[in-house]
């Protein structure tokens, strides 16, 4: 079992940058693969990134590439994104999932609660 917890989440203006920061309960942090995925309000949740186990395999969605970076430290059960270059479209909740490292969201088995991010124009 992985409990999971996000933060960092709030409002920023356009060209901003955000760091969001997933905290995970477990010893067994280490072994899991991670990811990040949002939700826009009316819209369907969406695959942001993803890293393995180790850190050595990053997936990113076309829309974050080149802006967003995904990071994990297991000494402290901890995974990241940083956000730069943000823009009012990057506007939703943000999830972190524990389990898979694919773009659905089925291949993930445990998720955070989320952590709204707003982007201004």
């Known amino acids: 079992q992985v409990q999971l917890v996000e933060s960092g989440g709030g409002l920023v203006q356009a060209g901003g940058s955000l760091r969001l920061s997933c905290a995970a309960s477990?010893?067994?942090?280490?072994?899991?693969?991670m990811g990040w995925f949002r939700q826009a309000p009316g819209k369907e949740r969406r695959f942001v990134a993803a890293?393995?186990?180790?850190?050595?395999?990053?997936n990113y969605a076309d829309s974050v590439k080149g802006r967003f970076a995904i990071s994990r430290d297991n000494a402290k059960n901890t995974m990241y994104l940083q956000m730069n270059s943000l823009k009012p479209e990057d506007t939703a909740v943000y999830y972190c999932?524990?389990?898979?490292?694919?773009?659905?969201?089925?291949?993930?088995?445990?998720w955070g609660q989320g952590t709204q991010v707003t982007v201004s124009s």
């Open positions: 999932a524990a389990g898979g490292i694919g773009f659905r969201g089925s291949d993930y088995d445990y």
């Open positions: 477990g010893r067994t942090f280490s072994r899991y693969a």
């Open positions: 890293i393995s186990a180790s850190g050595n395999i990053l």
